[in-house]
């Protein structure tokens, strides 16, 4: 049978098996904005991760607007486009949460809901943006560096979660903690760097020393604002990122960034849709962390990683 199968080049009707098992074998993913570097990256991850599994992936992006994340996850109990959801929110609240009947799984990623320690109805996997951002301007102070500011859009739960252990490294080392040198990007992508940039280098007497930003494309922006003014990177200003993408070993100079390991969140995320739809998971949600790590590059050690 499977010689002729192979032979005649037969391929399911997916539409035909849907219909007569109520299932698609499909599995959503849902991010703010696909074309943000982290979230193509966990999308491909995603993708790979269910083609393990036998299952294709629905990509869609809501801009991090509420009415969107709770159309879907209202989606997630009826639709037969999808069996299960990974959504990355922006907007969704524990509480709306807590409000729908969701009859399919649901995956969280991130720690934007459920951070003040409640149990959601769904799973999650997340990683530790406290104690990731402790790190970096912990890694920071090791250096000597001691006005370090923190860019990043604090409309957003996770850069005010980033902010937060920015500030705990301060408190842990009993350093003060300069209100001046928070600033509010307004966004994630390169001019929101920039645009903060150039606001921290006019209202902070004297200059910072070094900067934590909530993510790499930001860092990038804000590098070369920082050579625009004369400044040396790491010399006069070290610089810290967020998420590690591809860009951020190829810049000049190359950028120390706090490591997200995408391929184990989309393993952790995909693998608990795909036992939940098979019945080896029941009952209970799980809140799953993934690991992160500071890669060191030039822009906080001045030199260039062998190899």
Same mark, same amino acid.
């Given at each position: 049978?499977q010689?002729?199968i192979?032979?005649?080049?037969?391929?399911?009707?997916t539409?035909?098996?849907?219909?007569?098992?109520g299932?698609? *074998?499909?599995?959503?993913?849902?991010?703010? *904005?696909?074309?943000?570097?982290?979230?193509?990256?966990?999308?491909?991850?995603?993708?790979?991760?269910a083609?393990?599994?036998?299952y294709?992936? @629905?990509?869609?992006?809501?801009?991090?607007?509420?009415?969107?994340?709770?159309?879907?996850?209202?989606?997630s109990?009826s639709? @037969?486009l999808?069996d299960?959801?990974?959504?990355?929110?922006?907007?969704?609240?524990?509480?709306?949460?807590?409000?729908?009947?969701?009859?399919?799984?649901?995956?969280?990623?991130?720690?934007?809901?459920?951070?003040?320690g409640?149990? @959601?109805?769904?799973?999650?996997?997340?990683?530790?943006?406290?104690a990731?951002? =402790?790190?970096?301007?912990?890694?920071?102070?090791d250096?000597?560096?001691r006005? %370090?500011?923190?860019?990043?859009?604090?409309?957003h739960?996770t850069?005010?979660?980033?902010?937060?252990?920015?500030?705990?490294?301060?408190?842990?080392?009993?350093?003060?903690?300069?209100?001046?040198?928070?600033?509010?990007?307004?966004?994630?992508?390169?001019?929101?760097?920039?645009?903060?940039?150039?606001?921290l280098l006019?209202? =902070?007497?004297?200059?910072?020393?070094?900067?934590? =930003? =909530?993510?790499?494309?930001?860092?990038?922006?804000?590098?070369?604002? @920082?050579?625009s003014?004369?400044l040396?990177i790491? *010399?006069?200003?070290?610089?810290?990122?967020?998420?590690?993408?591809?860009?951020?070993?190829h810049?000049?100079?190359s950028?120390?960034?706090i490591?997200?390991?995408?391929?184990a %969140?989309?393993a952790?995320a995909?693998?608990?849709?795909?036992?939940?739809?098979?019945?080896?998971?029941t009952?209970?949600?799980?809140?799953?962390?993934?690991?992160?790590?500071?890669v060191?590059?030039?822009s906080t050690?001045g030199?260039?990683p062998?190899?």
């Amino acid at each position: 049978m499977q010689k002729a199968i192979s032979t005649l080049s037969y391929r399911p009707n997916t539409v035909a098996r849907s219909l007569r098992n109520g299932r698609s *074998e499909r599995i959503a993913l849902v991010t703010p *904005e696909l074309d943000m570097p982290y979230f193509a990256d966990l999308a491909s991850a995603v993708i790979t991760r269910a083609r393990h599994h036998g299952y294709s992936v @629905l990509v869609d992006q809501t801009s991090g607007d509420l009415h969107d994340e709770l159309e879907l996850l209202e989606h997630s109990g009826s639709s @037969l486009l999808f069996d299960g959801l990974i959504i990355s929110p922006q907007a969704v609240r524990d509480s709306d949460l807590t409000h729908h009947g969701l009859q399919r799984p649901v995956v969280l990623l991130g720690d934007q809901v459920g951070h003040h320690g409640k149990a @959601l109805p769904v799973d999650q996997v997340t990683y530790d943006n406290l104690a990731a951002a =402790c790190a970096a301007t912990e890694h920071l102070m090791d250096l000597g560096r001691r006005r %370090i500011a923190v860019l990043g859009d604090l409309s957003h739960a996770t850069a005010r979660l980033r902010v937060q252990g920015h500030q705990a490294a301060h408190h842990r080392r009993g350093l003060p903690v300069d209100p001046s040198l928070v600033i509010d990007a307004g966004g994630y992508r390169y001019h929101h760097g920039t645009r903060a940039a150039q606001a921290l280098l006019t209202q =902070c007497r004297p200059a910072p020393d070094a900067l934590f =930003c =909530c993510n790499d494309q930001l860092a990038i922006g804000a590098m070369r604002v @920082l050579v625009s003014h004369g400044l040396r990177i790491p *010399e006069d200003v070290a610089v810290v990122g967020f998420d590690d993408i591809d860009v951020a070993e190829h810049t000049n100079p190359s950028l120390t960034s706090i490591a997200l390991d995408r391929t184990a %969140i989309a393993a952790a995320a995909v693998d608990r849709i795909v036992d939940r739809l098979h019945g080896r998971v029941t009952a209970g949600h799980e809140v799953k962390t993934v690991d992160f790590s500071l890669v060191l590059r030039q822009s906080t050690t001045g030199v260039a990683p062998r190899g």
